[in-house]
């Protein structure tokens, strides 16, 4: 399964977009300056991805939280049926997600956005939400 890779990616173009940020005003403005970037990104990565994810969709939250929202393939979400599968998928994700986003944060409090937050939604291809996470 790519999923850890594919938030890995999104940590690093993350990252790289708010490295240049810090010139706008507010945390929200920060934030939706770098947002079509990052969506650009993604949607370029997530070609790659095509077995396991459909889409990935970047917006804003409040002011200082991006949200990462992936939907999955068919061929993904029919493993994920059971309480047991889809336990085995968070727990896979939770022991990663949080050591892999501190950087992050960093470097978004480094751009100007106060109190940031990186949120991460997971969807099975039906829409329906498996996984959300944020990462503070």
């Known amino acids: 399964m790519k999923l850890k890779k594919v938030l890995g990616l999104a940590v690093v173009f993350v990252a790289a ?4 940020a810090g010139c706008a005003k507010s945390s929200a403005s920060i934030i939706d300056q770098n947002l079509p970037a990052i ?3 993604m949607d370029s990565e997530m070609s790659a991805a095509s077995a396991e994810f459909k889409s990935v969709k970047v917006t804003r939250e409040g002011d200082s939280t991006v949200v990462m929202t992936f939907t999955m393939s068919d061929k993904l979400s029919a493993l994920l049926k059971d309480d047991a599968s889809k336990k085995a998928f968070t727990d896979s994700i939770n022991s990663s997600v949080d050591s892999q986003m501190q950087p992050v944060l960093q470097k978004l409090k480094d751009a100007g956005i106060k109190n ?5 939604v997971i969807n099975l291809s039906d829409g329906s939400e498996v996984y959300t996470h944020i990462t503070k």
């Open 116 to 120: 940031p937050q990186v949120k991460f």
């Open 17 to 20: 977009m708010f490295m240049v």
């Open 39 to 41: 969506q650009k990104q």
